[in-house]
């Protein structure tokens, strides 16, 4: 099966709403494919889905599918280079309780003509597609009211588009003990980051287009709730090295949140409200060495510098080695 436009997405539940209606999207010009682990029902199976087994991955895939940990949403890696190997010019993931709307993967183009945040450091998005108090899962909790003025529109080209979800958007652990009432965002046009405007985005409803495609890997040996928000931090750093922009679109999802223990939530997160500061702050500095000859070498560059602060630890290291060498 060869197509240009992928949808890819992991699971340990039997088929999901929101699998039935990618089912669907998959009638219409898109392809699909679902990347099982150790707990995913053995019988899975969905109509014109592709489905991965654990041995599907292993057979095709071999010693990067053995040395990623079973059991972490970071096995979701495989899904995108089995995309890529089938002819993949986007990609756009998601998760198996985000259901698409009528607007989801549509009309997806590099060119991205948004409103624009110049001013660096930390930048609270969500505070421009709505009123209410609410920040995305990573971002600084002393930036939760940071939203500077937005300049001037421009077109940019923007390799990585992040799309946002409805009802129950992606937040951290503290949002959610807080507030529970379902957040509607405003359908407005996009917002591009500039160069050190940083705001996290996640692996819930994000478009990649094949310029960024290195940029796709989940670091696997760090929490759960941490593996999308840092490898946004390093994505984000490496566009910028190579000339490129990070977007912010309308929600395009709803989501109808899986079970979650919310100070489980709160435990896995931790390393980032600790740890995120510093490595905004550390990819900034690798910013300033330049590009590598290819975006791939300039994001590889800077997973490594993330191992040797031991930010990731050392057992990272060959993962994201056979990542870059896939």
Not at 64 to 86: D, E, M, V
Request: negative net charge; charged residues 20%; proline residues 6%.
């Amino acid at each position: 099966m060869s197509n240009e436009r992928w949808i890819v997405v992991t699971t340990i539940q039997a088929p999901t709403q929101a699998i039935e209606l990618i089912s669907s999207l998959c009638e219409s010009g898109w392809s699909a494919v679902v990347v099982g682990d150790t707990k995913t029902p053995k019988d899975w199976a969905a109509p014109n889905i592709t489905y991965l087994s654990v041995d599907d991955q292993i057979d095709m895939f071999g010693e990067i599918a053995r040395i990623i940990p079973f059991r972490h949403y970071s096995r979701k890696n495989l899904g995108y280079l089995y995309a890529i190997r089938h002819g993949a010019k986007i990609i756009l993931e998601t998760d198996d309780d985000n259901l698409p709307g009528a607007e989801f993967g549509g009309d997806l183009q590099l060119k991205v003509h948004g409103d624009v945040v110049t001013p660096r450091g930390w930048v609270n998005v969500y505070r421009y597609f709505t009123d209410t108090l609410i920040w995305p899962r990573g971002l600084s909790l002393e930036a939760i009211h940071t939203a500077p003025p937005l300049g001037p529109m421009g077109a940019f080209d923007c390799p990585i588009q992040q799309y946002l979800a409805d009802d129950d958007p992606d937040v951290d652990a503290i949002y959610r003990l807080l507030y529970k009432a379902p957040v509607q965002f405003v359908q407005r046009g996009p917002v591009v980051l500039r160069p050190g405007a940083w705001c996290p985005f996640n692996s819930q409803n994000t478009a990649f287009f094949e310029e960024a495609f290195p940029l796709l890997y989940l670091p696997c040996h760090v929490s759960f709730r941490m593996t999308d928000i840092w490898r946004s931090f390093v994505a984000q750093s490496s566009l910028w090295v190579h000339g490129y922009q990070l977007s912010f679109h309308k929600a395009t999802v709803r989501q109808l949140r899986n079970d979650h223990n919310l100070m489980r939530d709160f435990s896995d997160e931790i390393s980032g409200y600790i740890g995120n500061d510093s490595i905004v702050k550390l990819l900034d500095l690798e910013c300033k060495k330049g590009p590598e000859l290819t975006i791939s070498e300039t994001a590889h560059r800077m997973w490594k510098t993330l191992v040797a602060e031991k930010i990731i630890p050392q057992e990272e290291l060959p993962i994201i080695d056979a990542w870059f060498n896939a």
